[in-house]
Protein backbone atom coordinates (compact mmCIF):
# COMPACT_ATOMS: atom_id res chain seq x y z
CA UNK A 1 0.00 0.00 0.00
CA UNK A 2 2.64 2.50 0.52
CA UNK A 3 6.37 2.40 -1.39
CA UNK A 4 9.13 2.95 -0.13
CA UNK A 5 10.87 2.81 -3.30
CA UNK A 6 10.35 6.67 -4.84
CA UNK A 7 13.53 8.20 -4.45
CA UNK A 8 13.12 10.63 -6.98
CA UNK A 9 9.61 12.65 -8.08
CA UNK A 10 10.08 11.42 -11.59
CA UNK A 11 9.69 8.01 -10.78
CA UNK A 12 6.28 8.88 -9.74
CA UNK A 13 3.75 7.43 -12.59
CA UNK A 14 5.50 4.08 -12.60
CA UNK A 15 2.85 1.36 -13.86
CA UNK A 16 3.81 -0.69 -11.04
CA UNK A 17 2.59 1.68 -8.56
CA UNK A 18 0.04 0.58 -5.98
CA UNK A 19 -3.06 2.83 -6.17
CA UNK A 20 -5.79 2.86 -2.84
CA UNK A 21 -9.21 3.58 -3.93
CA UNK A 22 -11.13 5.76 -1.12
CA UNK A 23 -15.09 5.84 -1.56
CA UNK A 24 -15.18 8.67 0.56
CA UNK A 25 -13.03 11.17 2.52
CA UNK A 26 -13.36 8.79 5.57
CA UNK A 27 -11.58 5.69 4.44
CA UNK A 28 -8.82 8.10 4.93
CA UNK A 29 -8.79 6.98 8.76
CA UNK A 30 -7.80 3.43 7.11
CA UNK A 31 -4.88 4.73 5.15
CA UNK A 32 -3.51 6.73 8.10
CA UNK A 33 -3.81 3.67 10.25
CA UNK A 34 -0.81 2.25 7.68
CA UNK A 35 0.70 5.42 7.06
CA UNK A 36 1.62 7.51 10.43
CA UNK A 37 3.14 4.79 12.51
CA UNK A 38 5.09 4.29 8.59
CA UNK A 39 6.34 8.06 9.13
CA UNK A 40 6.92 7.77 12.64
CA UNK A 41 8.92 4.98 11.60
CA UNK A 42 11.01 7.13 9.49
CA UNK A 43 11.53 9.71 11.87
CA UNK A 44 9.12 12.02 10.68
CA UNK A 45 8.73 15.23 12.95
CA UNK A 46 5.08 15.22 14.70
CA UNK A 47 4.59 18.80 13.11
CA UNK A 48 5.32 17.51 9.86
CA UNK A 49 3.02 14.79 10.12
CA UNK A 50 0.06 17.01 10.97
CA UNK A 51 0.66 19.32 7.86
CA UNK A 52 0.90 15.29 5.66
CA UNK A 53 -2.79 14.69 7.50
CA UNK A 54 -3.87 18.13 7.36
CA UNK A 55 -3.06 18.19 3.20
CA UNK A 56 -4.22 14.67 2.61
CA UNK A 57 -7.53 15.64 4.40
CA UNK A 58 -7.85 18.50 2.59
CA UNK A 59 -7.09 17.86 -0.84
CA UNK A 60 -9.23 14.46 -0.86
CA UNK A 61 -11.98 16.09 0.74
CA UNK A 62 -11.60 18.85 -2.48
CA UNK A 63 -11.10 15.75 -4.90
CA UNK A 64 -14.18 14.41 -3.82
CA UNK A 65 -16.08 17.53 -3.69
CA UNK A 66 -15.14 18.83 -7.03
CA UNK A 67 -13.66 15.79 -8.71
CA UNK A 68 -15.92 13.49 -8.29
CA UNK A 69 -18.98 16.11 -7.78
CA UNK A 70 -19.83 15.04 -4.53
CA UNK A 71 -21.47 11.89 -6.31
CA UNK A 72 -21.81 9.31 -3.51
CA UNK A 73 -20.61 6.58 -5.87
CA UNK A 74 -17.51 8.51 -7.09
CA UNK A 75 -13.89 7.22 -6.01
CA UNK A 76 -10.57 9.24 -5.66
CA UNK A 77 -7.24 7.31 -6.20
CA UNK A 78 -4.46 7.73 -3.50
CA UNK A 79 -0.77 6.57 -4.11
CA UNK A 80 2.27 7.45 -1.40
CA UNK A 81 5.30 6.77 -0.74
CA UNK A 82 7.52 7.10 2.24
CA UNK A 83 11.32 7.82 2.82
CA UNK A 84 13.62 8.90 5.53
CA UNK A 85 13.96 11.66 3.74
CA UNK A 86 10.24 12.95 2.50
CA UNK A 87 6.53 11.98 1.72
CA UNK A 88 4.90 11.90 -1.77
CA UNK A 89 1.41 11.32 -2.07
CA UNK A 90 -0.47 11.71 -5.42
CA UNK A 91 -4.56 12.16 -5.05
CA UNK A 92 -6.51 11.43 -8.05
CA UNK A 93 -10.40 11.89 -8.98
CA UNK A 94 -11.79 9.56 -11.59
CA UNK A 95 -14.87 11.97 -12.54
CA UNK A 96 -14.50 15.51 -14.46
CA UNK A 97 -11.71 18.13 -13.19
CA UNK A 98 -12.19 19.67 -10.52
CA UNK A 99 -10.97 23.30 -11.59
CA UNK A 100 -8.19 24.41 -9.21
CA UNK A 101 -8.25 27.80 -10.46
CA UNK A 102 -12.25 28.35 -9.61
CA UNK A 103 -11.63 26.43 -5.97
CA UNK A 104 -11.40 29.42 -3.00
CA UNK A 105 -8.21 30.14 -1.33
CA UNK A 106 -5.49 28.59 -3.42
CA UNK A 107 -3.88 31.64 -3.46
CA UNK A 108 -3.14 34.06 -0.24
CA UNK A 109 -4.36 37.11 -2.06
CA UNK A 110 -7.85 35.52 -3.22
CA UNK A 111 -8.85 34.46 0.52
CA UNK A 112 -7.04 36.37 3.44
CA UNK A 113 -7.62 36.42 6.40
CA UNK A 114 -8.01 32.28 5.43
CA UNK A 115 -6.30 29.66 5.13
CA UNK A 116 -8.03 27.39 3.93
CA UNK A 117 -8.18 24.57 1.56
CA UNK A 118 -5.63 24.26 -1.08
CA UNK A 119 -4.01 27.50 -0.30
CA UNK A 120 -2.49 25.56 3.15
CA UNK A 121 -1.73 22.37 1.44
CA UNK A 122 0.56 24.71 -1.30
CA UNK A 123 1.82 26.55 2.26
CA UNK A 124 2.61 23.44 4.35
CA UNK A 125 4.13 21.35 1.64
CA UNK A 126 6.85 20.92 0.25
CA UNK A 127 5.94 21.54 -3.36
CA UNK A 128 2.70 21.22 -4.69
CA UNK A 129 2.21 20.09 -8.58
CA UNK A 130 -1.37 19.70 -10.71
CA UNK A 131 -1.50 18.07 -13.49
CA UNK A 132 -2.60 19.16 -17.02
CA UNK A 133 -6.06 18.37 -17.06
CA UNK A 134 -6.35 19.12 -12.90
CA UNK A 135 -7.72 16.05 -12.11
CA UNK A 136 -4.72 14.81 -10.11
CA UNK A 137 -2.06 16.96 -7.36
CA UNK A 138 1.10 15.66 -6.08
CA UNK A 139 2.28 17.06 -2.98
CA UNK A 140 5.41 16.23 -1.28
CA UNK A 141 6.68 16.61 2.27
CA UNK A 142 10.48 16.97 2.80
CA UNK A 143 11.72 17.13 6.54
CA UNK A 144 15.26 16.95 6.06
CA UNK A 145 17.25 19.59 3.78
CA UNK A 146 13.47 21.11 2.60
CA UNK A 147 13.58 23.84 0.11
CA UNK A 148 10.45 25.77 -0.44
Known sequence: MIGNSCEHPDEIGNPKETWIELHSSADLDRVADVLFPKLAECRCPADDQTAI?????????????????????????????????????????????????AVPGITAHENPPYETGLFQVR???????????????????SWVGAKS
Open 53 to 101: RTALEETIRHAFRYGAGNDPHGIVRLNLYVSDKYFIATIKDVGREFRRR
Open 123 to 141: RTMTWVRFNGIDNSVTMCK
